[in-house]
């Protein structure tokens, strides 16, 4: 099996049996034995062609002579990921496109198919100039989504919140691939030793700007090639995300609550930060997630956090007035994280904005319950919306006037100055994120 065969296996899990991308491109990339040439490649074809999503549709339909939905499921992926390839790919020979698509067709399609993708994709790579996109000054809103492969929807948001030139630079930064980020775990090793092990073992990488563990790789082999994974010696996890751990600034020998932990990544920067002195108890609703929480704290050499089958809206009623420190990191839209999810951006609809804002108050409100007097809680999510962010904490607070909100960017290892932190993609060169931290008053 080819890389472009490897890659329509995957974006037809995806797109007829409703698949996560990241996943079902794992379990493939492990299934086969592919040089790491053509596990980019691979990978490349997935993410792009399924980010691209609505605008493959919107190009195939200048060449075709019937609606996509008449297509069969498997053929549809064909084109999309040839018309994909013509677009997008400079580097790959048009001829290459389309003759293996057409293999493709012939082993999974008929005679009658075969003629249709060959008909479509030479088209496509003869006049490329039958595409017209909508006209920027008109129809901002379309040209927007269309140029960069996003849903009108949220592109139509961006732009009355943001303006059109930052909007499209946010598109851009979504539609870029990202760096692999990983903490350095301190319990075992330092930043230092870590980088130079891992360029030991051909990982082109370096430090961190926002992170004083964080290491951030450009190039790098399988992870579960590497050692140094293996030995405990870092977590996956993207920069932004290290910092809640910061505003947080848990001690040892104290008592913290991850109140939505799994899989484990905060929960175990936490213990790390505490230098693996005290307790830290990490709840999440599924017990599944929960187990990798506690694979990833034994793989780090972690002992001080107990997991806990928990619905995080019913925290205080079991640890009333007893954590010094309370993580909400709340489950959300995951809007600031479209770079990192190719297919995240095609499953979500605007109304996910008004359905996850009352969850959100429901736990922050019963965690806030667990915290002592004078202790902390901090509110986090990985999205850019203010209907998860700014509102929720300014409603949490008007509810709780015995909670405080501190000015969160001084707790930053790189000083900030805002009450509550937002950081962009565009702007920051990392994943949306936002965080808030509160003090109980004593």
């Known amino acids: 099996m080819n890389a472009r065969e490897i890659a329509l296996k995957v974006i037809q899990a995806i797109d007829a049996h409703g698949a996560y991308a990241n996943i079902v491109l794992a379990q493939e990339l492990n299934r086969h034995k592919l040089s790491d040439l053509d596990r980019r490649f691979v990978t490349e074809l997935v993410y792009g ?24 499921v498997i053929i549809r992926n064909i084109l999309r990921l040839g018309i994909y390839q013509l677009f997008f790919l400079s580097r790959v020979p048009p001829s290459a496109a389309c003759n293996q698509a057409v293999e493709l067709t012939k082993k999974y399609g008929h005679g009658g198919t075969v003629k249709f993708v060959n008909a ?16 920027r000054e008109q129809q ?24 059109a030139e930052q909007c499209e630079r946010l598109c851009q930064a979504n539609n870029g691939t990202p760096p692999l980020s990983i903490r350095t775990n301190t319990l075992r090793t330092n930043r230092d030793s870590l980088l130079e092990r891992l360029r030991q073992d051909a990982v082109v990488c370096n430090p961190s700007e926002w992170a004083p563990e964080g290491i951030v ?49 905060k929960s175990t920067h936490i213990a790390a930060l505490m230098q693996n002195r005290g307790r830290v108890l990490s709840t999440d609703i599924y017990e599944h997630k929960l187990e990798l929480t506690r694979d990833n704290a034994g793989r780090l050499g972690i002992t001080i956090i107990e997991t ?47 359905e996850l804002p009352p969850l959100q108050k429901a736990i922050l409100a019963s965690a806030a319950c667990c915290v002592k007097p004078g202790g902390v809680l901090v509110y986090s999510t990985c999205t850019t919306e203010p209907e998860e962010n700014e509102a929720v904490v300014q409603w949490f607070l008007s509810e709780n006037p015995g909670f405080a909100l501190a000015v969160t960017g001084q707790y930053l290892p790189v000083k900030r100055t805002e009450k509550m932190v937002q950081l962009w993609p565009q702007q920051d060169g990392v994943d949306g994120f936002f965080i808030a931290r509160m003090q109980r008053k004593g």
Request: hydrophobic content about 40%; glycine content about 8%; some cysteine.
């Open 308 to 354: 806990k089958v928990m619905d995080a809206t019913r925290l205080g009623e079991h640890y009333p007035g007893q954590a010094d420190r309370v993580l909400v990191d709340a489950p959300c839209s995951g809007l600031g994280v479209l770079r990192r999810k190719p297919d995240s951006r095609w499953r979500k609809s605007s109304e996910i904005l008004r």
């Open 140 to 163: 901002l809103t379309d040209y927007l989504a269309l140029k960069y492969c996003h849903p009108a929807w949220l592109v139509q948001k961006w732009v009355g919140r943001l303006g």
């Open 49 to 72: 062609t399924v980010k691209a999503g609505k605008t493959l549709d919107w190009l195939l339909s200048f060449y075709l002579n019937r609606p996509l939905t008449k297509v069969p």
């Open 217 to 265: 790789c450009s190039e790098y082999p399988a992870l579960s090639s590497l050692a140094a994974l293996k030995a405990g010696m870092f977590q996956v996890q993207d920069e932004s995300s290290m910092l809640v751990g910061h505003v947080l600034a848990p001690q040892s020998g104290e008592f913290v609550i991850d109140a939505c932990g799994a899989p484990g990544g």
């Open 120 to 135: 479509v994709l030479r088209n496509a790579a003869r006049y490329p100039e039958r595409v017209v996109y909508p006209d």
